[in-house]
């Protein structure tokens, strides 16, 4: 009986495990319902170059080092991390945020 718990116990810790992993990735998060891919690197953020001034979610200015997400074939900047996942989580919403040319705030705070 014991031997049969520890068993069933190892399996459930095993599944567990490789679920968990499944979740993170190293390279950046992918979200399966939108087309929006958050990516950085342990030392930095993505290289490309984001085509917005202000943030999407608070309408503050971006700086060089901020977090950045690809949605729709366009690199969004945000103003602090945290919004980056706030966007990720809703980019419809956040990107209609923005000006057509991405320099100004239209949405509300």
Same mark, same amino acid.
């Given at each position: 009986?014991?031997?049969? &718990?520890?068993?069933v116990l $190892? @399996?459930?810790?095993?599944?567990?495990?490789?679920n968990?992993?499944?979740d993170?990735?190293?390279?950046?998060?992918?979200d399966?319902?939108?087309?929006?891919?958050?990516? *950085?690197?342990? =030392?930095? =953020?993505?290289? *490309?170059? /984001?085509?917005? %001034?202000?943030?999407?979610v #608070?309408?503050? $200015?971006?700086?060089?080092?901020? /977090?950045?997400?690809?949605?729709?074939?366009? @690199?969004?900047?945000?103003?602090?991390?945290?919004?980056d =996942? %706030?966007?990720?989580k809703?980019?419809?919403?956040?990107? *209609?945020?923005?000006?057509?040319?991405? #320099? %100004? &705030?239209?949405? #509300? #705070?």
């Amino acid at each position: 009986m014991l031997r049969q &718990f520890v068993f069933v116990l $190892a @399996v459930v810790f095993c599944v567990s495990a490789i679920n968990f992993a499944q979740d993170k990735t190293s390279s950046g998060l992918k979200d399966p319902h939108h087309s929006v891919e958050i990516v *950085k690197d342990s =030392t930095k =953020t993505i290289s *490309k170059e /984001p085509w917005n %001034k202000v943030c999407p979610v #608070k309408g503050n $200015a971006i700086e060089d080092d901020s /977090p950045t997400v690809e949605y729709n074939g366009k @690199v969004y900047a945000f103003c602090c991390p945290g919004c980056d =996942t %706030k966007f990720a989580k809703n980019p419809e919403k956040y990107s *209609k945020n923005l000006s057509e040319d991405g #320099k %100004k &705030f239209v949405g #509300k #705070k």
